[in-house]
């Protein structure tokens, strides 16, 4: 190999480095039913279990205009449910089956942690369950080499759950981690777009 050749790798390798240090959201694992088809999602209510109402409603309304530019129809939360409706399968699933919506996906965080300057992230990976063998889900899982923090920040694990309103079971689950390096609002544009990146994404 050529000088310039090794200096164009490692160029490229340093480049690949900064870029996955400025990512705010990687993708932990991905689940789904290996009979879930992305393109069969018309109309989805969109719930975002977060205490914030505001945030909530800025969480929401932005998988609602992300979800357009694929053809869908996504409703938040907010503007369907009562304030008092259980946001659990009890409260939710007869409004959703009412209103017509074919897919629920709820958001929730699952964990958050303080990662110093000096120490690497070490991925998350939610480890196969009994019931997910049985059920069949297709696992899939991202490997992540993420650099050495530079600075201190949270680490926010956050699942995401795709469910059929007809059959009330989970269709598609992704674990994410966020690093909140900046105001909230401001990293949500991009969570939602990699959450609907992936969850449209056809395994191999």
């Known amino acids: 190999m050529r000088m310039n050749d090794r200096t164009i790798n490692l160029v490229f390798l340093v480049s690949a480095g900064l870029l996955a240090a400025c990512a705010s959201t990687n993708m932990i694992s991905i689940r ?33 205009r992300q979800w ?6 996504a409703v938040s939360s907010l503007d369907v449910l009562p304030s008092t409706t259980p946001l659990n ?8 089956k009412a209103q017509g919506f074919d897919a629920v996906i709820v958001t929730r965080l699952l964990n958050k942690k303080k990662i110093t300057a000096g120490e690497p992230a070490i991925p998350y990976v939610v480890p196969d369950s009994a019931d997910d063998a049985q059920n069949g889900n297709t696992i899939l899982k991202v490997l992540l080499a993420p650099p050495v923090s530079v600075s201190d920040y949270d680490l926010a694990t956050v699942e995401s759950n795709l469910y059929d309103v007809a059959s009330e079971q989970r269709v598609w689950s992704g674990i994410s981690e966020t690093k909140e390096m900046k105001a909230i609002p401001k990293l949500i544009p991009p969570f939602v777009k990699l959450i609907l990146k992936r969850l449209y994404e056809i395994p191999r």
Do not use: C
């Open 32 to 64: 789904r039913k290996p009979s879930f088809q992305s393109d069969k999602i018309h109309h989805v209510l969109v719930i975002g279990l977060i205490k914030d109402q505001n945030l909530r409603k800025t969480f929401e309304e932005e998988f609602v």
């Open 68 to 73: 357009s530019g694929y053809g869908v129809k």
């Open 89 to 96: 399968n009890i409260g939710v699933a007869p409004i959703a």
